[in-house]
C-alpha cells in the first residue's frame, strides 16, 4: 500500500505567495477603478459648474455685479423677471452633488489687449492627488470681455459678459415680455466695424402706418416716411404737443405778411395782408412777431419802391429779440427792392421783427416771410 505524502512547507509557502500576488494585483485593480471613478465624477461635476458659471456671466448684469463684488467670493445671477440678484457657488462650500468644491475665485483684468480672465480655483479629492500632493487644486478659466478692455481697476469696468459661450452673442431678451436689448458695443449690419450704435452700410425702411405730416406723434426723435406727402419725417417736441416735422426743409409752416412803411424812419410796419399763416394763433397785427413753436426758421424781410423820376435808396431789416441781425440796402433810379435774409433757431417766446425804410417821403411796401424748417 502506497503512502499518501502531504504538502511539503515549501510548496504550501508557493501557493500563499502567489494568492498573496494575486490579491495585491486585485487590490491594484479596485483603487485604480476607484481613482478612475472618482476623477470622472470630479472632472464632470467641475465642468457642470464651469459651465454654469459662464452661462450666468454671459449676462452682462451678472458679470458687471460679479466682478464689482468687494469680495469676490461667488457669482451673481441677475432675474429678469425679479430685477434681483441671487448669491451663486459660494467659495468653501459644496456644489453640484457635492463632488467639488471652490476654493476661490481670481480675476486677471490683463495687461493692454490681453483677455481679461475669471479664474475658478477647485478642490482636488485627496485620492486624485499625487503622492508628493504636487496637485491640490484644480483651475479653470473662464474668458471675459469688458468695457474698456485693459481697465487698469475694477471700478473702471463699465460692461462686461463671458466670452468662451457657444454662441458669441450680447443680445438679452426680457422675460416675458418681447423686448430684445443690446447690452454693450455697436452693432453693425453690413459691415464687421460699426462706428456708431447702430451702423447700417445698405438701405433702412421705415413703416408709415398713419404717418402724417403736422400729425400727433408720442415718441420724440422717431423717424418715419409720409407715403402720403413722399418725404421723411421726425417727431419734433417743439410745441404744447409732438407732432410729424418733415425732414426735407419746409415742413409747410409758414407766415407770409404784407404790409406798407411810411416816412424815412425805419420802424416795424402794420399787416395789411397775410397770404399764408400755419405758425401764428391768432394772426400776427405787425411784423412784430412772438415765436410760438421753437426750431430753425428761416427770415426773408423785403422792401420795394418805386419813384418815377428820381433816385431812391431802401433799407431792409431782421431783429431778433431787440437785436438787428441782418440788413439790405439798395440805391436804384425810380424802381428797386432788397432783402434781408437769416437762418435763425429760434425758442418758444422769442421775438423776430421784419422792419425797413427809404427816403422819400412815399409809402413803401415791405413783406416778411418766416418759414420754419
Known amino acids: 500500500m502506497k503512502s499518501i505524502r502531504g504538502f511539503s512547507l515549501l510548496e504550501v509557502m508557493i501557493v500563499v505567495g502567489l494568492l498573496a500576488g494575486l490579491s495585491l494585483v486585485a487590490m491594484n485593480i479596485s483603487k485604480q477603478s476607484n481613482k478612475s471613478s472618482a476623477k470622472y465624477q470630479l472632472d464632470t461635476e467641475i465642468s457642470l459648474i464651469t459651465n454654469e458659471i459662464n452661462g450666468i456671466l454671459s449676462d452682462p448684469k451678472s458679470c458687471l455685479a460679479t466682478v464689482k463684488l468687494a469680495t469676490l467670493d461667488h457669482v451673481q445671477q441677475y432675474s429678469n423677471t425679479t430685477g434681483a440678484y441671487t448669491s451663486k457657488y459660494l467659495t468653501n462650500s459644496v456644489n453640484g452633488n457635492g463632488k467639488a468644491k471652490i476654493l476661490s475665485y481670481a480675476l486677471d483684468l490683463g495687461p493692454g489687449a490681453e483677455t481679461p480672465l475669471l479664474k475658478i480655483v477647485f478642490e482636488n479629492k ?34 462686461c459678459r463671458s466670452v468662451s459661450t457657444a454662441t458669441d452673442t450680447m443680445w438679452n431678451r426680457v422675460s416675458g415680455t418681447s423686448i430684445i436689448h443690446y447690452d454693450s458695443g455697436n452693432v453693425g449690419i453690413g459691415t464687421a466695424t460699426p462706428e456708431a450704435k447702430l451702423d447700417v452700410d445698405g438701405e433702412i425702411r421705415a413703416g408709415s402706418t398713419g404717418v402724417l405730416e403736422n400729425g400727433a406723434c408720442s415718441t420724440e426723435g422717431a423717424f418715419a416716411y409720409d407715403k402720403v406727402a413722399h418725404k421723411p419725417v421726425f417727431c419734433n417736441n417743439d410745441s404744447p404737443t409732438k407732432h410729424w416735422t418733415a425732414m426735407n426743409g419746409s415742413n409747410g409752416e409758414v407766415l407770409s405778411i404784407y404790409g406798407t412803411h411810411s416816412g424815412a424812419s425805419v420802424g416795424t410796419w402794420n399787416v395789411s395782408t397775410i397770404t399764408s399763416n400755419t405758425l401764428l394763433t391768432p394772426p400776427p397785427s405787425t411784423s412784430l412777431i412772438t415765436i410760438q ?29 431787440g437785436t438787428y441781425v441782418a440788413n439790405s440796402v439798395i440805391r436804384a433810379f425810380e424802381c428797386g427792392s432788397t432783402s434781408a435774409t437769416v437762418g435763425l433757431k429760434l425758442a418758444f417766446g422769442d421775438t423776430i421783427e421784419a422792419q425797413c425804410n427809404h427816403n422819400q417821403g412815399f409809402d413803401i411796401l415791405c413783406t416778411f416771410t418766416l418759414t420754419k424748417l
Open 126 to 159: 485627496e485620492i486624485l492627488k499625487n503622492s508628493d500632493s504636487s496637485n491640490p487644486t484644480i483651475s479653470k478659466i473662464i474668458k471675459l470681455e469688458i468695457t474698456p478692455n485693459g481697465a487698469a481697476a475694477v471700478a473702471d469696468i463699465t460692461t
Open 293 to 321: 413753436k421753437a426750431g430753425n426758421y428761416f427770415a426773408v424781410s423785403t422792401s420795394y419802391i418805386c419813384v418815377a423820376g428820381s433816385a431812391n435808396y431802401m433799407q431792409s431789416f431782421i431783429v431778433h429779440n
